[in-house]
């Protein structure tokens, strides 16, 4: 097992502040949004200190919008070191995308055309955020809803691509491979099989809103269970991978969503030894 494993943890929401604090839930460790923690002091920080001594963490952006053609932000990238220097995060991650256009964030997450010449922009611009915060970056996959016509492979060859290229690593996101490929018409089980497992270091699980004709990433509802059946299929490819339930509206009781989060520990119990027995019984 990976050194850098560390179990199943959630994402850390203002409403459950002070009951991680006063129940000290059966949580391996916390995601936070890098972006949420960007400020000098106030409650924000007092909390994220206060659960950071009983808790790992990893950081989590949603801005770095490394996709773009516009320069990198680095006052931001500044701010984001200034952070992880207090956080001390297993990691930092954000997603492969970009986000705005002239300075105006669009406050979404936007797909990139999969193509040579975004590959080379974006791993280079990966290269650059990675000398800055001195540590490696994981990128997470996007759901999507719209296609490039220049495009010229999968987003599942695009990706593989610019991690190999930057030398990061990956945040799969179990969902938004789902999400897509119900919006694109693709079988999620061949990109599952089609990403390097060396470069997979955490995986999101959340819940979408299904409108029939597509699939949005709204992380509003509970793990649907297709996409639980996804991610067993990716635990018998990829092995334990430190796995966290992501809910950002319509946010439950933190014991629901332990709950919830108890049933990937089980999953992944179960899968794994079976995904152990077939190892031994084909050495």
Same mark, same amino acid.
């Given at each position: 097992?990976?050194?850098?494993?560390?179990?199943?943890?959630?994402?850390?929401?203002?409403?459950?502040?002070?009951? /991680?604090?006063?129940?000290?839930?059966?949580?391996?460790?916390?995601?936070?949004?890098?972006?949420?923690? &960007?400020?000098?002091?106030?409650?924000?920080?007092?909390?994220?200190?206060?659960?950071?001594?009983?808790?790992?963490?990893? &950081?989590?952006?949603?801005?770095?919008?490394?996709?773009?053609?516009?320069? #990198?932000?680095? *006052?931001?990238?500044?701010?984001?070191? =200034?952070?992880?220097?207090?956080? =001390?995060?297993?990691?930092?991650?954000?997603?492969?995308?970009?986000?705005?256009?002239?300075?105006? $964030?669009?406050?979404?997450?936007?797909?990139? %055309?999969?193509?040579?010449?975004?590959?080379?922009?974006?791993?280079?611009?990966?290269?650059?955020?990675?000398?800055?915060?001195?540590?490696?970056? #994981?990128?997470?996959?996007?759901?999507?809803?719209?296609?490039?016509?220049?495009?010229?492979?999968?987003?599942?060859?695009?990706?593989?691509?610019?991690?190999?290229?930057?030398?990061?690593? &990956?945040?799969?996101?179990?969902?938004?491979?789902?999400?897509?490929?119900?919006?694109?018409?693709?079988? %999620?089980?061949?990109?599952?099989?089609?990403? $390097?497992?060396?470069? /997979?270091? =955490?995986?999101? #699980?959340?819940?979408?809103?299904?409108?029939?004709?597509?699939?949005? *990433?709204?992380?509003?509802? *509970?793990?649907?269970?297709?996409?639980?059946?996804?991610?067993?299929?990716?635990?018998?490819?990829?092995?334990?991978?430190?796995? &966290?339930?992501?809910?950002?509206?319509?946010? %439950? %009781?933190?014991?629901?969503?332990?709950?919830?989060?108890?049933?990937?520990?089980?999953?992944?119990?179960?899968?794994?030894?079976?995904?152990?027995?077939?190892?031994?019984?084909?050495?």
């Amino acid at each position: 097992m990976s050194n850098h494993y560390l179990g199943f943890g959630l994402g850390l929401r203002t409403p459950h502040f002070q009951d /991680v604090l006063e129940t000290q839930p059966d949580v391996d460790w916390f995601e936070i949004i890098s972006e949420n923690f &960007m400020v000098a002091g106030g409650k924000p920080k007092y909390y994220l200190h206060a659960i950071r001594e009983r808790y790992p963490m990893v &950081m989590h952006g949603v801005s770095m919008s490394i996709g773009s053609t516009e320069p #990198l932000d680095k *006052d931001y990238l500044k701010q984001l070191k =200034q952070l992880a220097n207090e956080v =001390q995060p297993a990691w930092i991650s954000d997603h492969l995308c970009w986000t705005g256009l002239d300075g105006i $964030n669009s406050h979404d997450l936007l797909p990139l %055309p999969y193509t040579e010449e975004a590959i080379n922009h974006v791993a280079e611009r990966i290269i650059q955020v990675q000398d800055i915060l001195g540590r490696q970056l #994981l990128l997470e996959n996007v759901s999507s809803y719209l296609s490039y016509t220049d495009s010229a492979m999968s987003e599942w060859t695009f990706y593989n691509a610019v991690v190999e290229r930057a030398d990061c690593l &990956m945040l799969l996101d179990i969902n938004n491979i789902y999400v897509s490929s119900r919006n694109h018409h693709f079988d %999620p089980e061949t990109y599952l099989n089609a990403i $390097n497992p060396a470069r /997979v270091r =955490q995986f999101h #699980l959340a819940g979408h809103s299904d409108v029939g004709t597509h699939v949005i *990433d709204t992380h509003d509802h *509970d793990v649907c269970d297709s996409v639980w059946a996804l991610y067993r299929q990716a635990l018998h490819r990829f092995g334990p991978i430190s796995t &966290m339930i992501e809910r950002d509206d319509n946010i %439950p %009781p933190l014991q629901q969503l332990v709950d919830e989060l108890n049933i990937a520990r089980q999953l992944a119990a179960t899968t794994l030894q079976d995904r152990s027995v077939r190892e031994v019984a084909y050495s």
